[in-house]
């Protein structure tokens, strides 16, 4: 067993396997294994469109970890950091389907967008209508005006949570995929990275970084972000996050109200996210935006990478109204 | 052939890991290494009846197995080259250049990337070219000259930003390393060459 | 600034009041800040005994985490590792109290111990009732004959709800006493420790630990278990963590109802709890348990510590139906 | 003599520190010197009027600011210590007899240890004991006993197996080392002799 990095599995080639299984047991039953790598709910809303999420494994409890009530109705899981085969895709997808078609969401990645167009490919071969909308949420990743290149990263949560209201709520799929794209398009993220965490199957680091920098912007496998910045304190980081995202084309007035999330990559500590988040209210408040929500949680992770993300989501009446339902999965649950 | 060429991945898995840490996220090689492996799996428990349906069930293992941008890619690389050669019998030099054209033109309309975008294309389009140029002669001079595209192609992969997959966020940081998934293309093709010489 | 192990943080030495800040706004406006440092829920049931929890800080999102809808009332905040003193334990006290007298529930530390205890001397001076009931669920710690001197780890998460849920529902501060310490009888964890985390204020690990071997049973603090035992893997560890539970005087019978609770430490990552969770399924099987709820999170932590722990908390009817009330809090939440 | 108490334990906040690192969890010189910087605050802000009210000061303020076992027990130990010394002039020798008595007397009854657990106990309760021996005597001879005193008892704290506190579920893992909560006693009756001595 190659496990320079001491994690707790079995085999570094069965990882995603094995924590699938686990994934299905800590749904208590609600949920159920489905061909070979998919997990879907049991009490899927008859005669609605479906929410299929999905993406590689290895960043628990995103994505599978995400489904639920009011959540996505089912995932496609991939291998370790790899995103879904097609085939997988296609059984999710007859699975979550009820006859009004199936909204595929996930990150912008080259794997997942492939992937899951082949799975389209093949769904619609078989008469089940499908739709795509790509989280690219990753302000760092690319710039204003090549949005369509930019990473779905943390924002993801919120992204999901509301469609996964819309998904519970409207009976077309032309409506569910409007209201998650609005979502969307609502939704803007920055990351930045303090170490790496390792891949299992090698105990190798996902990446490098020098003892005394941070990567401002970095990507959660390590993918160059904005610029390597000497490591600094709290108070210094939060300006430089919040103003990346308020640079961007995403209109935030005195006055708007805001779903605020701060995540962890994996390993680094509630206790600094709870600091960063103090850092960050004067620059919210200087703004004037009202925070309607703030989570902070260790959602979008990279196994036992350090770094945190924030994320700001718009709400307008719709997406307030949706955000306000409960909604319940191993990765997020909310009251 | 492909048994050797699975063989021969599997066993490249530390360098390809190694060369998508560089650029990526250090998964290319256990990616192939995956898909290789079911490659193999499905080609020993049930000889193929033609080349092309070996081709193509090599890339069907693989797109189903592996997942990620290069699930994708090399499934569509071996399932689009091995549909071009339905019909044919053994492969000669036309049929490897038929299959190159084919797979990697699968490749384009999959990823959208092209020659200097830093990504398996590069090593992919002037093996393609090069067993074109060759598809009068022999199988072995042909497949050399295949080789010997790849293996510039992956070379040029060195001064290229990426302009796909994970590596296209480095920006200038790309230049100086070869595009993983273009090594991999060369292993493919070094070990049909092998094979071909050694036989 | 002293900061050797990268964290995300302004000032070494006011790290708890700098998260306890943050603390208060991840409620949103639904808790505030009461005296030095204590958290108090702001729309508080009238005329009913009160829940105060507490404990250091350090270790979020416990226990100030746990403050919420059908949760704790209220948490007094101690410095970084170090429980509360007496007068924030008494500020906390009077603001939750209504009357009805208050529970305090915490972990079995020295520290906690003194310093509750001095808080309760100081608030019945003042004529409010207190009640105490510690937390001690760590199988590892001490033998079955000497279970007062057992430390309180992650079987708190399952014990706070129930005593949360409760606090929502009794009249008298006796009955929260009494099902409160039901919840703790029927409460046993372990735990293992693989990686040491770190002193905030000095950069330096909180403990030493060989990169071959794991702690079974430590405490999250690194105090000493059972054993150092050669790293394993998942499936080899389940067992021999079940069975330090399954060997102490909590009867578990087949048809046995349970919460089984699977924590992260800090950075153990969830790809490795849901392992895990994986590889003591067969386990459980077979003694015919029934798992009522799974929880796979990371609540109880000590920094950036990896290793991960185990809890089991038997249900009997009443505990189950208590269970079974939602709960909000910025550390755990359930439908 | 207290500023000076506080001066040294500030100082000795890497070795405290790293003494609890060995038996607990490494913070028990943050506290020290979180407790002591408050009491210093407290001293130098608002002169106390009487002896007994200073040393309750320093217990007060180490007990409100510090939390964890050393804040009750040092808090405690100072608070009790110095009602010892309620309608007292100047510290005699026959005060810090009486100082320590009360003093270890509180942190006994507070934390349930005796001699022989390997807490601060192990360190008090023989300073008081050489204090009272030396009560009749002079102050610097008193306090030079009751440094001897603790000095002794930390060091035969190495030794035992901890009975308090984190150090408990050590076992005999924990002998060999110091206990963290001795050395702070010693440090501030070294402090308190020294300041006696150069006066
Ligand atoms: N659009 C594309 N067209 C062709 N090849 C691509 C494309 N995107 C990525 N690749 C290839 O995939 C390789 C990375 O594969 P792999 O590491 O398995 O996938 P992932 O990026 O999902 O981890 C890159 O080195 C590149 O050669
Ligand atoms: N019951 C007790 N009686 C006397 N001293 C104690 C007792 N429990 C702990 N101590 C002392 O407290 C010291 C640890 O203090 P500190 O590290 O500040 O607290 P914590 O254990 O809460 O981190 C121990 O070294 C020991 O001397
Ligand atoms: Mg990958
Ligand atoms: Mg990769
Ligand atoms: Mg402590
Ligand atoms: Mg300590």
Redesign the interface.
């Known amino acids: 067993?190659s496990?320079s990095a001491?994690?707790?599995?079995?085999?570094p080639?069965t990882?995603a396997d094995?924590?699938?299984?686990?994934?299905v047991?800590?749904?208590?039953g609600k949920a159920r294994k489905v061909g070979k790598r998919s997990i879907v709910m049991n009490d899927l809303r008859p005669d609605a469109p479906a929410l299929l999420i999905g993406g590689?494994?290895?960043h628990?409890?995103i994505y599978h970890?995400l489904v639920g009530?009011n959540m996505g109705d089912g995932a496609a899981v991939?291998?370790?950091?790899?995103?879904?085969?097609?085939?997988?895709v296609l059984e999710a997808t007859q699975a979550v389907n009820r006859g009004k078609g199936v909204l595929y969401l996930y990150g912008n990645?080259?794997?997942d967008v492939?992937?899951f167009?082949?799975g389209a490919e093949l769904a619609e071969e078989e008469g089940i209508e499908v739709r795509t909308v790509i989280i690219n949420d990753d302000v760092a990743?690319?710039p204003t005006s090549e949005k369509d290149?930019r990473?779905g990263v943390a924002g993801l949560v919120p992204i999901v949570k509301i469609a996964g209201a819309a998904a519970a709520t409207v009976d077309t799929l032309d409506e569910l995929v409007r209201i998650t794209q609005k979502a969307v398009d609502h939704t803007r993220s920055v990351g930045v990275s303090?170490?790496p965490?390792s891949?299992?199957?090698?105990g190798?680091p996902?990446?490098d970084l020098a003892?005394d920098v941070?990567g401002l912007g970095m990507?959660i496998?390590?993918?160059?972000?904005i610029a390597l910045i000497p490591?600094c304190?709290?108070?210094e980081?939060a300006p430089k996050m919040l103003d990346l995202i308020f640079g961007d084309d995403m209109e935030l007035n005195a006055g708007d109200e805001i779903v605020l999330f701060v995540n962890s990559l994996?390993?680094?500590?509630?206790?600094?996210?709870?600091?960063?988040?103090?850092?960050a209210?004067p620059i919210l408040e200087a703004r004037g935006l009202k925070?309607?929500?703030?989570i902070?949680d260790?959602i979008v992770?990279c196994?036992?990478m350090?770094g945190?993300s924030i994320s700001i989501m718009k709400l307008d009446d719709e997406l307030k109204r949706l955000w306000d339902m409960?909604?319940?999965s191993?990765g997020y649950?909310?009251? | 052939m492909l048994l050797l060429v699975c063989d021969r991945v599997i066993a490249a898995e530390p360098e390809l890991?190694e060369a998508d840490?560089n650029l990526?996220?250090?998964?290319h090689g256990?990616?192939m290494q995956?898909g290789m492996t079911a490659a193999k799996e499905k080609l020993t428990s049930a000889p193929q009846e033609s080349v092309d349906k070996a081709f193509s069930a090599v890339g069907m293992a693989m797109?189903?197995?592996?997942?990620?941008?290069?699930?994708?890619?090399f499934?569509t690389f071996f399932r689009n080259g091995g549909k071009a050669l339905q019909g044919r019998g053994e492969l000669d030099a036309q049929g490897l250049a038929l299959f190159l054209q084919a797979g990697v033109d699968g490749v384009k309309s999959?990823?959208g990337a092209a020659v200097g975008d830093k990504t398996t294309v590069d090593a992919m389009e002037p093996a393609a070219v090069a067993a074109a140029e060759h598809s009068g002669g022999s199988l072995a001079d042909a497949i050399t000259a295949a080789s010997k595209g790849a293996e510039g192609g992956k070379e040029a992969t060195k001064a290229m930003v990426a302009k796909?997959?994970?590596a296209?966020?480095?920006?200038e940081?790309a230049i100086g390393f070869p595009d993983a998934g273009a090594i991999s293309v060369t292993v493919i093709i070094d070990a049909m060459r092998d094979f071909v010489l050694d036989s």
């Open positions: 067993m496990n001491k994690k707790i599995i079995n085999d080639l990882c094995e924590l699938f299984e686990g994934l047991l800590a749904y208590d590689g494994a290895g628990e409890p970890g009530k991939g291998d370790i950091f790899a995103a879904p085969p097609p085939d997988i990645y080259a794997g492939m992937n167009d082949i990743s690319a290149k990473r303090t170490k965490g891949i299992p199957a090698t190798q996902t990446f003892d941070i990507g496998h390590g993918e160059k972000g490591m304190t709290a108070n980081l994996g390993s680094t500590h509630m206790m600094e996210l709870l600091i960063l988040l103090k850092s209210k925070i309607h929500h703030t902070v260790s992770t196994q036992e350090a945190v409960p909604c319940e191993v649950t909310k009251l | 890991s840490r990526g996220d250090g998964d256990l990616g995956r797109m189903s197995s592996m997942g990620g941008a290069s699930g994708a890619i499934g999959r990823g796909f997959g994970r296209k966020t480095l920006g940081g």
